[in-house]
T-cell receptor
Framework: GAVVSQHPSWVICKSGTSVKIECRSL??????MFWYRQFPKQSLMLMAT?????????EQGVEKDKFLINHASLTLSTLTVTSAHPEDSSFYIC??????????????FGPGTRLTVL | AQSVAQPEDQVNVAEGNPLTVKCTYS??????LFWYVQYPNRGLQFLLK??????LVKGSYGFEAEFNKSQTSFHLKKPSALVSDSALYFC?????????????FGKGTKLSVIP
């Protein structure tokens, strides 16, 4: 149990276009979802925390108008990179936590999405 | 504020030898501590966690970690390294005094097991 999926696993897009990444909790209700960004050979940087039905809380330095996060249901959160530019190319990872899971102290991570902006 | 330090960017160990990947932390409340492993272009895989109870925690793939409150450390260990253990390892902490699920990650340690 406690499986998180991400779609797509990789995406290549042209500069100026928008890209949507989905994060789904497959077998539990995710009251909280997190979005991370990881640069090559670096650690995970928390971008934002979203609670179902409310606005996301963005970390300092993360542009909320560029990285739109929606957490409309207990099993789905989306990250939309608007007007993507090459510097947005990165590995994006989501994670989910839920009070209903027995292991509520944990975050469960998705497999990540590799975004390349040309 | 919570923080995690992984002092070694890279650890090299010969196959069959014991390995240690170091982690120290700083929190205001009690810590929940985690180790994750990441293979190239993959997400994080959970290895083990410390929440409460025994200081020695056993996890997946033969890994274990020891919680040391006085030294604020949570080093990852394995008695006999395998080539397949070569990967990037992240230590993470959640501060129970912070009232959220937020994790803070160390910068990661690249483990290379030499055949």
């Amino acid at each position: 149990g406690a499986v998180v999926s991400q779609h797509p696993s990789w995406v290549i897009c042209k500069s100026g276009t928008s890209v949507k990444i989905e994060c789904r909790s497959l077998d539990f209700q995710a009251t909280t979802m997190f979005w991370y960004r990881q640069f090559p050979k670096q650690s995970l940087m928390l971008m934002a925390t979203s609670n179902e039905g409310s606005k996301a809380t963005y970390e300092q330095g993360v542009e909320k108008d560029k990285f739109l996060i929606n957490h409309a249901s207990l099993t789905l959160s989306t990250l939309t990179v608007t007007s993507a530019h090459p510097e947005d190319s990165s590995f994006y990872i989501c994670s989910a936590s839920g009070l209903a899971t027995r292991r509520y102290n944990e975050q469960f991570f998705g497999p990540g999405t590799r975004l390349t902006v040309l | 504020a919570q923080s995690v330090a992984q002092p070694e960017d890279q650890v090299n160990v010969a196959e069959g030898n014991p390995l240690t990947v170091k982690c120290t932390y700083s929190v205001s409340g009690n810590p929940y501590l985690f180790w994750y492993v990441q293979y190239p272009n993959r997400g994080l895989q959970f290895l083990l966690k410390y929440i409460t109870g025994d200081n020695l925690v056993k996890g997946s793939y033969g890994f274990e970690a020891e919680f040391n409150k006085s030294q604020t450390s949570f080093h990852l260990k394995k008695p006999s390294a395998l080539v397949s253990d070569s990967a990037l390892y992240f230590c993470a902490v959640r501060d129970t005094g912070a009232g959220s699920y937020q994790l803070t990650f160390g910068k990661g340690t690249k483990l290379s097991v030499i055949p």
